[in-house]
Structure formats: C-alpha cells, structure tokens
C-alpha cells in the first residue's frame, strides 16, 4: 500500500471513530455523586440505566440491583488492586441492568420461553447499550464486558476466571447473598457500610418473604421455563465421540444450576431425560453394569 493510501485511510478511521470521552474507560476524575455515602459514577449512560432498570424491574429486583451495584463498589474500595483495573461503567451497567429480564411473565419485555435469565438480561443489557447515544460510542470490547458479566453473574466457575469487570460484576451481586451467609465472603466490607445501602434501597424482611422470595423466583423457572433449568452435565468425549464438537459447546450453554431447586420446591418436575448425559450414554451403547463391574 502507498504511504498516502495509508495515511488517508487512518485518517478516515479517525473520522469515523472519533475519540470521545464516554466510549473510554472513564479514570478520576469522572462525573460522580454520592449514594449511601459512598463516590458512583454519575455519566449519562449510567443515569439512563437506572432509570431504565427501574422501569422494568419490580420495586424489589430494582433495589437489588442498586445494593448490588453499591456492594460492588464497597468491594472496590476495600481492594485497590481489583479496582484499578475496573471500568467504572461496565460495572454499574453489569450490575444495574443484571436482571431486567427476571419478570415473573412470558410475554414481558426481554423474558423469553427457553434462554435462562442471565442470558435474556445480558442480551437486554446489550442492546440497551448499542441503542444509546453514548453507548453506540462504545468499543465492542465493553459491551462484551457487561454481557459476559451478566450472563455469568451466577457462575463462579466461569466469572472467578474472567477479566476483573466480569469478575467484579460476579461479587456485586453475590455479596447481597454471601455478606450475611455464616462464614460467607465479605470483601472486606463493614457492617456500618452495609447498612447505609440497606437504608437507602432496603430489603423485604423475612416477613414480607424476603428470603422466600429467591425460591420463590428460581421455582418460577423451573416451572415455566423448564428447558432453562436442566443441570446439562457437559461430557465432551461422549458428545464429541457421538457428534462433534459443536455439540459439546450446545451442552455447556444451556448449563444451569437452577435444576436443584426445580426437583425441591416444584412438583412433578424432573429432568430425566433432558440432560445430555441421558442421551450420550445411550447413544454410545455403554453398558454401565459391565464397566463397572
Ligand atoms: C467527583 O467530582 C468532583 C467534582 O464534582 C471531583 O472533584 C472529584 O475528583 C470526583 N471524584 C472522582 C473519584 O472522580
Ligand atoms: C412484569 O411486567 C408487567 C408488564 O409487562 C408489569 O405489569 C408487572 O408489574 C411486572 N412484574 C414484575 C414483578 O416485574
Ligand atoms: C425499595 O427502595 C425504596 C427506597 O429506595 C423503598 O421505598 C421501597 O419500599 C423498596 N421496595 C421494596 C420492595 O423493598
Ligand atoms: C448390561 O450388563 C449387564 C451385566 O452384565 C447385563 O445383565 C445386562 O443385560 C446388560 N444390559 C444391556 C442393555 O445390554
């Protein structure tokens, strides 16, 4: 290529992907106000997050989502080292928009028949960001950051290994649960600071079903949404053995650890039959009595 070809061209690119403060990570000092006493990111995007998990989540997922994203931040603060790897705005957008598709109805906006929650909240949250006047800005990487963290917000085994946004987005929401779990992680933070979030965006009580409410909301799934619950069991030599390898990444995809629950609290459900370990034993023709004999 000709130098001034090449020069031209980058100078077209530049056109087209002007530098803009918002589709960067935003460093000190950024747009902030105080929330719980504690310093959150306060740019367009974030503000319109808000607003927008607030209109499609119900009072208590919205809360929940809030104390999420302030645990999240208490955890920043306790670790210096994690936070100085984090984009401020991929954290608040992983936690604010984690659950805009857990309504409680098949015809909601967002919910649909068979992805499990975590995915149709990730792929909301996604979309959210592409159809935002500063979101549209956004490197593809960032939005891949919100979305991966929203869908792996309850998979440790995958989250804990991820990049520090992912990871990060992980412990927001897990902290609502762990804090007060006996021996369960706290990330350094305090009670004091705990309950300056429940005070500003409080709980149901035990009382009003408060802890009842999360069986409540995973039985949901396990009885409308069935095919999002089933605990597949990835066995990659027998998929791969019977059909190849996209057949092991289709197995792990619909991986949930809903299953459990679905078998405790739900009647009639079972997943016999649905995990891919009932059909690749059988497809094998293994016999388990003689193996094991
Ligand atoms: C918060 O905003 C103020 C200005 O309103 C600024 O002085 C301060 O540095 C900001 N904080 C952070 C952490 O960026
Ligand atoms: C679910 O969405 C419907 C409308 O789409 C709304 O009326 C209802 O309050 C929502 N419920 C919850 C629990 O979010
Ligand atoms: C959610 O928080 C608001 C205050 O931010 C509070 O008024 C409301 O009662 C809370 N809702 C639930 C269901 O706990
Ligand atoms: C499996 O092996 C056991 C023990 O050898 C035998 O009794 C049984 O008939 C076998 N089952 C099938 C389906 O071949």
Redesign the pocket.
Known sequence: MHIQNLISSSFLLLLSFPISTTATTPRPPYPNRTLAGITVIDTPIVRDAQAYARRYCSDSTYNHTMRSWLLGLLHLSHDPALASKIDLEVHALGLILHDLATNHSLSAPFVTPNRRFEVDSAIAAADFIRSHPDGKKWPGWRVQRVWDGIALHAEPGLALYKEADVFAIYWGNELEFSWERPGGERKGVTAEERERVLQEFPRPTLEEGGRGNVFAFVAWYCKYKPESTYSEFAFPFCCFSVSGWDNVLTSMAVDTWMQPFGELLVPGYSAVGHRVVDGSLAAVGL?M??IL?
């Open positions: 016999n009595s003689e004999k």
